[in-house]
């Protein structure tokens, strides 16, 4: 009797620890899916660096030992990444402070949309930006946020 009890509690110990090791697997590949690879050349060439989901870079002046602030040329994501990138440090809007003034901008012809696809570009999952020539957007970059989908 106390080796089956012995053999039964062994045997719920060996169930949680594979269910913990299939949950702790599940739990790394969902995240494995979420990263943003960056190079500092067209066509997804030259010098490059990835970093895993969710992350914010504020700045990317100091991103493994190197400056990347207006380097970034070609970017790949992941699954399940959305990225933001933006023309300014800190996550700013480069003409965030002109939407205070709508007078100023009705007579220039900006609109708030206008402001925001200037300063900002958001992609989604499996992107490949081949260059960032294509969306007037060279070598802007200095700061962007990595979102990792569900």
């Known amino acids: 009797m106390l080796k089956n009890k012995l053999t039964n509690q062994l045997y719920k110990v060996f169930l949680i620890l594979i269910l913990f090791l299939i949950g702790g697997t599940t739990a790394v590949a969902k995240t494995n899916n979420c990263w943003a690879e960056f190079f500092d050349d067209a066509q997804f060439k ?4 990835r970093i895993s989901g969710p992350a914010k870079k504020k700045n990317l002046l100091k991103v493994n030992g190197e400056n990347w602030d207006k380097r970034i040329e070609s970017i790949l994501t992941g699954p399940k990444t959305t990225l933001t990138v ?20 009705k007579s220039l012809g900006i609109t708030k949309q206008d402001i925001l696809e200037e300063s900002e ?20 970059i200095r700061s962007f946020k990595i979102d990792c989908a569900k």
Do not use: D
């Open 86 to 105: 933006f023309e300014n440090k800190n996550f700013k809007l480069t003409l965030t402070e002109m939407a205070n003034h709508p007078v100023l901008m």
């Open 121 to 140: 570009i958001i992609f989604h999952p499996n992107s490949k930006i081949h260059s960032f020539g294509e969306y007037n957007f060279y070598h802007k």
């Open 46 to 49: 030259g010098n490059h660096f």
